[in-house]
């Protein structure tokens, strides 16, 4: 199976007091931690090999986590971040197989439905980047944003704040990256600043050079990046995946529709 590498550094500046705290991947979200809960998703669909990437100043605690979490079936690498992503991710290189297939994910976003089942792609060298279909036209203009030519086909991968796409798909940051990437990633480092680089650069340098990737948008996820989105994490968690009793079940679900509103007039993403 391919491996997975997760990036888990996200510190909780929106997130008040919780955030000053503790990191975004400790977060519990309906009493599972957020962290363990994509390891587990990861483990189910048959995903045992993962790299996870954190700051130093967690690796203590994500070491304590990880123990926690463990066993003969698993295969779990710590390694520290690096000043820049550019150079984190050579790190991360360098234990994975030579120029095959990973799977990147965020350590900070939850997933109401496990992603890592049917991650499926062309042969070849280019990426399927994980997203979901954008209930707010408003959010097309936030950046983070994967541009739709047609059904399937990436036009371009917006990094920055935009009003010129017209049909597209929230990114998760999630991908499952196709062979020769880090080749591109370091003909992509000579012309772009380290201290500017994101995701989103080396996935439409791909997509250009490649013309090959897609997309899988019906992946349901919120990135955690205030109180409502923790919020509205769990009203969804007990709402999906919970055996609960219908009519407190639909409680709940309105309830999340109530704080998603909430959070897309307040100019967020979800």
């Not at 980047?129 to 917006?158: A, F, M, N, P, S």
Request: with cysteine.
């Amino acid at each position: 199976m391919k491996p997975v590498v997760i990036l888990s550094g996200g510190v909780g500046s929106r997130m008040e007091e919780v955030g000053k705290l503790i990191p975004k991947f400790l977060l519990p979200v309906n009493s599972e931690i957020l962290l363990l809960r994509t390891l587990r998703q990861a483990h189910e669909a048959g995903y045992d090999r993962v790299i996870i990437c954190t700051k130093e100043e967690y690796s203590e605690e994500m070491t304590n986590l990880i123990d926690h979490f463990e066993n003969e079936d698993k295969k779990i690498d710590i390694i520290i971040s690096q000043p820049t992503l550019v150079d984190s991710l050579r790190e991360i290189e360098k234990l994975l197989p030579v120029q095959k297939e990973f799977i990147l994910v965020l350590g900070d976003i939850f997933y109401v439905d496990n992603p890592f089942l049917g991650l499926m792609k062309k042969e070849g060298s280019g990426d399927l980047l994980v997203g979901k279909k954008i209930l707010d036209e408003t959010e097309l203009t936030r950046g983070g944003v994967i541009e739709r030519e047609y059904e399937g086909k990436i036009k371009r991968v917006v990094k920055k704040p935009t009003t010129e796409i017209k049909q597209g798909v929230r990114w998760s940051g999630m991908a499952l990256c196709g062979e020769n990437f880090f080749l591109d990633l370091d003909e992509l480092a000579i012309n772009i600043a380290p201290s500017q680089f994101s995701l989103e650069d080396i996935f439409e340098y791909r997509n250009i050079k490649y013309h090959n990737s897609q997309i899988k948008d019906n992946t349901d996820f919120v990135n955690i990046n205030s109180p409502y989105h923790h919020i509205y994490a769990n009203l969804m968690a007990l709402a999906y995946n919970n055996p609960i009793d219908e009519k407190v079940k639909n409680v709940v679900s309105l309830c999340a529709v109530e704080i998603r509103d909430l959070i897309l007039r307040s100019g967020q993403q979800l």
